[in-house]
Nanobody, 118 residues
Framework: QVQLVESGGGLVQAGDSLRLSCAAS????????MGWFRQVPGKQRELVAH???????NYADSVKGRFTISRDNAKNMVYLQMNSLKPEDTAVYYC????????????WGQGTQVTVSS
């Protein structure tokens, strides 16, 4: 089993930056796809960004150009650099992993709160 733990969330003002971290432990896969999701009350959880084992990245239109996902496989870490934060970015952010044999993300972290004030 894989355990994921997020950190780095907090309360910031619009225009500020935050860097979220995700630490993976346990029986990690050789090359899982890693993703960052976010969820606000009353809304469906949405994919913010993902990064494949080969380094390919993809972003939601709402964060493209502002957020950057990266990974350090040697340290079993995944990051989400968030710049130019907006109030609509306020959500609980989750780290997730999708192994190669699965069509969906099956490992999830506990989430970290990001609140952006105007």
């Amino acid at each position: 089993q894989v355990q994921l733990v997020e950190s780095g969330g907090g309360l910031v003002q619009a225009g500020d930056s935050l860097r979220l971290s995700c630490a993976a432990s346990g029986r990690t896969f050789s090359s899982p796809t890693m993703g960052w999701f976010r969820q606000v009350p009353g809304k469906q959880r949405e994919l913010v960004a993902h990064i494949t084992s080969g380094g390919y990245t993809n972003y939601a239109d709402s964060v493209k150009g502002r957020f950057t996902i990266s990974r350090d496989n040697a340290k079993n870490m995944v990051y989400l650099q968030m710049n130019s934060l907006k109030p609509e970015d306020t959500a609980v952010y989750y780290c997730a992993a999708r192994p190669g044999y699965s069509t969906s993300y099956i490992y999830w972290g506990q989430g970290t709160q990001v609140t952006v004030s105007s």
